[in-house]
């Protein structure tokens, strides 16, 4: 799960390099040729989505998401780990949820052949990455809902 979460978010990476590229470029066109490029708009937006969606589940799998936890640091660790088994429970359920709805409003904008204002790029793959993206965040979640039950199980045998 590590492995494929650090792949998907490693292209994210590249999409949000590839983004600053040519945002920048796209600035320089309109100050010295004033002329934009084209499509910039398009593949940001686009971009900007699957850079989000992508690096969904590296995130949860570092422990990267903010937390407050002001109130849960004062219990045992124990009940910690009970308080992390169920959030991770409840993000799984939610995200399930997420994907979905992202996944039928994905065949809503292929039957309907929606595609960007400029490129004229599909939405609907850009829209299937991001339920790919849901879904191995769904199942990061899960797994870490699993190794905290563990850890609570075993704390008991000891």
Known sequence: MKQLSRVIHYIAQVIL??????????VLSRWILKAPITGTVDFTEL???LVIFLSLAY?????????????????STRIQWI??????????GLM??????TCEYAIRLFYAHTVTGDLRIPLFPIAMLAVIGTM??????FLHAIHYLQKVVHSNES
């Open 136 to 141: 191995l965040f769904a199942l990061t979640a």
């Open 96 to 101: 399930l949820l997420v994907a979905w709805s």
């Open 59 to 75: 995130t949860h799998v570092r422990e990267g998401h903010i937390t407050i936890d002001f109130v849960i640091e004062r219990f």
């Open 17 to 26: 390099l590839l983004m600053a590229i040519l945002i920048t470029l796209d």
């Open 83 to 92: 308080f992390e088994s169920v959030i991770n429970l409840l993000i799984t």
């Open 47 to 49: 971009g900007l989505s």
